[in-house]
Structures are given as structure tokens and as C-alpha cells.
């Protein structure tokens, strides 16, 4: 197979990925929030009379959607067409192609051709994603301006402050992992995490840099302007916020953009500190299982295993997003910046010189 052939599919195995994720999600959402408020949540439809105990997941994944993009697409008076067009796409293209160089799985060999099991085989892949990441903030910004309505524009404003404030601390952190591992390829960081430390405890980033992982897990969430980060679109003040004068696809697609985020979030925690597509005492072909003599293992069966520990790994921490999106109230707008100036970006920064000076110790004695 050609090379190119590799790559397309590979990039698109990741959009596909990252798309329906994200639908899952919702109905992750809906029936999470159901249970822990004691609901029952969405379970009527049905298609044609099939599945009528579908736990909601006709309309999640079919009745809605259809639903949204059907709608009338209203554009209100006095606002700029073009750009009012523009603005969910651009909220929603940085998070999907952002996931371009997170790694879900090692290296494997197709024809003889080696291929990384990533869409794109970047050395930079880290800082990569920190550009990407920094351009959502032109669709929610452009969403306000362009909806002429001034509640929408008081969430774009409050969105771009937000999201550049806790850019700042997740630098900072970002920067710690970069000095942790030596490099800025994600590949390599998650294959430093391979071994074992103390000869029974996975090599995880979240032993070395714990701090460093909340930070850029609660940045992440910041980022992704979800409870008890979202007063871009507090509905109680602002309505909906930045999208309020947006209806059916244009809605849907800043929806999927909030979602796509959550995968992304999970998928980079994931990926810098708990082992990526890592398997506890899993070598390139053999179980080490402390105390017990080596078991063989197939490379396509270690393979499998490898994109399967990534993908818990990614749920389980989507999971963990929505389970605080619905049990920690919202923060007051100045909490939420006295968190990010006062609290975060000092302690990042800390962490940054602790980290930088124990390393330094550290190449002195050697």
C-alpha cells in the first residue's frame, strides 16, 4: 500500500474517531446526569416500533440530530452572514485536527513500511497542539461579534479572556513535561513511560509530574468552557452565551466542538501522564509480570491491546469530565480568573523551577 493511501486512512480513522466519540458523549452526558440526579433521562424513541428500551440511545444519536440539522438556520438581523457562518467551524476544526498527533498505538509494519499509529508523524507533535489549541478561541470570539447581540458578545469576551488566561498555567505545566521527558514528540513521551519504576509501578508521567497533571487537566477542562468553567455561555446570565443567535447545524456543530474538546483533553492527559497507549508490563512481545517468567504475546494482539488501553484510558477520563460537569457548581467570573492568575499560573511556575533545578541537581551528580 502506498504511503499516502496510510496516511489518508489514518487521518481519517481519527476524525471518524474523534466525531463519534463526541456524539457518545452526549448520551454519556444525558444518562450520567439522569443517574446522579435520580432520572430516569432520555428512553422513548424508537425507530419504527424497534428498540423501545433503548436507554436513550435513539434520541441521542438519531431523533436529535436530525432534529437540529433540520431546523430553520436563523442569522438575526444586522449581523454579519458570513462570518455568523464561519464561526462554529472554526470553534469545531482546531479540536478535531488538534488530535492529529496524539499517538493510539506503537509502531507497526504494513508491507514492510513502517507506520506510526498517529495521523500525523510529527517531532514537534507537543507544541503542535499547543497552536491548534490557541486557535479556538477565534470561533468563539467571531460567534459574539458577528451575532450582534450583546449578551452573545459578553460570552465571546468572556470566553477569549478565559481560554488566554488558562493557556498561560497550561504552558507552564507543559513546559515542566518537556524537561521531565527531553523531547516534544508525544510518541517518545509515551514510550519513556514504558518501563517500570521501583520495579512494580508503571513509569507514568503522573508519578513524576503530579502537579503538573492537575493543572493541565483543569486547564484542559478551562479550555473546553465546561462546568464549573463555563461562563462563556452561563445560561442563566448570558442565555446561551456566545452562540445564543445560533440555531440547528451552526448549534449542533458548536456542541460537538464542546465535546470534541473533552475527548482532546482526555486524549493529552492520557497520552503525557498516564502511559498513553501503554499497557501496565506489556513489552513489544511478552507480558513481564513481576515474580512470573515471561509470556509471549502476538505483535498484532499487543497491538490491539495498545489502542484498547488508550481507549479506556481517553473514556474513562471523559468520564471523569462530565461526572464534575454535574456535581461541581459553577465558579463566579472572579473566581474563575483569581484561580487562573493567582492560583494556577503561580504554582505552574513553581512546579516549572523545582522541576528545572531538580534536573539540574540531578546532571550535576552524574
Given at each position: 500500500m502506498?504511503?499516502?493511501?496510510?496516511?489518508?486512512?489514518?487521518?481519517?480513522?481519527?476524525?471518524?474517531m474523534?466525531?463519534?466519540t463526541?456524539?457518545?458523549?452526549?448520551?454519556?452526558e444525558?444518562?450520567?446526569s439522569?443517574?446522579i440526579?435520580n432520572?430516569?433521562?432520555?428512553?422513548?424513541?424508537?425507530?419504527?416500533?424497534v428498540?423501545p428500551?433503548n436507554?436513550?440511545?435513539?434520541?441521542?444519536l438519531?431523533?436529535?440530530?436530525?432534529k437540529?440539522?433540520t431546523?430553520?438556520d436563523?442569522v438575526?438581523?444586522?449581523?454579519?452572514?458570513l462570518v455568523?457562518a464561519?464561526?462554529?467551524?472554526?470553534a469545531?476544526?482546531?479540536?478535531?485536527i488538534t488530535?492529529a498527533?496524539?499517538?493510539f498505538?506503537?509502531?507497526i509494519?504494513?508491507?514492510?513500511?513502517?507506520?506510526?499509529?498517529?495521523?500525523?508523524?510529527l517531532?514537534?507533535?507537543?507544541?503542535?497542539?499547543v497552536?491548534?489549541?490557541?486557535?479556538?478561541?477565534?470561533?468563539?470570539?467571531?460567534?459574539?461579534?458577528?451575532s450582534?447581540?450583546?449578551?452573545?458578545?459578553?460570552g465571546?469576551?468572556?470566553?477569549?479572556?478565559?481560554?488566554?488566561?488558562?493557556e498561560?498555567?497550561l504552558g507552564?505545566?507543559?513546559?515542566s513535561m518537556?524537561?521531565?521527558?527531553?523531547?516534544?514528540?508525544?510518541?517518545?513521551?509515551?514510550?519513556?513511560?514504558?518501563?517500570l519504576?521501583?520495579g512494580?509501578?508503571?513509569?507514568w508521567?503522573?508519578?513524576?509530574?503530579p502537579?503538573?497533571f492537575?493543572?493541565?487537566?483543569?486547564?484542559?477542562?478551562?479550555?473546553?468552557?465546561r462546568?464549573?468553567?463555563?461562563?462563556?455561555?452561563?445560561?442563566?446570565?448570558?442565555?446561551?452565551?456566545?452562540?445564543t443567535?445560533?440555531?440547528g447545524?451552526?448549534?449542533a456543530?458548536?456542541?460537538?466542538?464542546?465535546?470534541?474538546?473533552v475527548?482532546?483533553?482526555?486524549g493529552f492527559?492520557t497520552?503525557?501522564f498516564f502511559?498513553?497507549w501503554?499497557?501496565?508490563y506489556?513489552?513489544?512481545?511478552?507480558?513481564?509480570?513481576p515474580?512470573?517468567?515471561?509470556?509471549?504475546?502476538?505483535s498484532?494482539l499487543?497491538?490491539?491491546?495498545?489502542?484498547?488501553?488508550?481507549?479506556?484510558?481517553?473514556?474513562?477520563?471523559c468520564w471523569?469530565q462530565i461526572?464534575?460537569?454535574?456535581?461541581?457548581?459553577r465558579?463566579?467570573?472572579?473566581?474563575?480568573?483569581?484561580?487562573?492568575?493567582?492560583?494556577?499560573?503561580p504554582v505552574?511556575?513553581?512546579n516549572?523551577?523545582?522541576?528545572?533545578?531538580?534536573?539540574?541537581?540531578?546532571?550535576?551528580?552524574?
Open positions: 502506498a504511503m499516502w493511501a496510510i496516511d489518508l486512512v489514518k487521518c481519517l480513522l481519527v476524525i471518524v474523534v466525531l463519534q463526541s456524539a457518545f458523549l452526549l448520551w454519556i444525558r444518562k450520567g439522569a443517574l440526579q432520572r430516569v433521562g432520555a428512553n422513548r424513541a424508537s425507530i419504527f416500533g428498540l428500551i436507554l436513550g440511545l435513539v434520541n441521542t438519531v431523533a436529535d440530530p436530525v437540529m440539522f431546523k430553520e436563523f438575526p438581523a444586522g449581523a454579519d452572514k455568523h464561519l464561526a462554529p467551524f472554526l469545531l476544526f482546531p479540536a478535531i488530535f498527533a496524539i499517538p498505538g506503537d509502531t509494519h504494513i508491507g514492510g513500511q513502517a507506520v506510526e499509529l498517529r495521523a500525523v508523524d517531532d514537534v507533535g507537543l507544541l503542535y497542539i497552536a491548534m489549541v490557541s486557535m479556538g478561541v477565534y470561533g468563539v470570539v467571531l460567534a459574539g461579534w458577528a450582534n447581540n450583546r449578551w452573545a458578545l459578553l465571546s469576551i468572556r470566553g477569549s479572556a478565559q481560554m488566554i488566561s488558562y498561560i498555567a507552564l505545566a507543559l513546559i518537556v524537561l521531565t521527558y527531553g523531547t516534544l514528540d508525544l510518541q517518545q513521551m509515551v514510550r519513556a513511560q514504558g518501563g519504576l521501583l512494580f509501578l508503571p513509569k508521567g503522573i508519578l513524576y509530574q502537579i503538573a492537575f493543572i493541565v487537566f483543569a486547564a484542559g477542562m478551562a479550555e473546553s468552557k462546568v464549573p468553567f463555563d461562563l462563556p455561555e452561563a445560561e442563566s446570565e448570558l442565555i446561551a452565551g456566545y452562540f443567535e445560533y440555531s447545524g451552526k448549534q456543530a458548536f456542541m460537538l466542538a464542546d465535546f470534541a474538546e475527548v482532546l483533553v482526555a492527559v497520552t503525557l502511559g498513553g501503554q499497557v501496565p506489556l513489552a513489544s512481545d511478552a507480558w513481564h509480570i515474580g512470573l517468567a515471561p509470556i509471549a504475546v502476538s498484532w499487543v497491538t490491539l491491546l495498545q489502542v484498547g488501553a488508550f481507549a479506556f484510558k481517553v473514556i474513562f477520563f471523569l461526572l464534575v460537569r454535574w456535581t461541581v457548581p465558579f463566579r467570573y472572579d473566581q474563575l480568573m483569581n484561580l487562573g492568575w493567582k492560583g494556577m499560573i505552574a511556575f513553581v516549572l523551577v523545582v522541576t528545572a533545578s531538580i534536573l539540574m541537581l540531578a546532571e550535576a551528580v552524574a
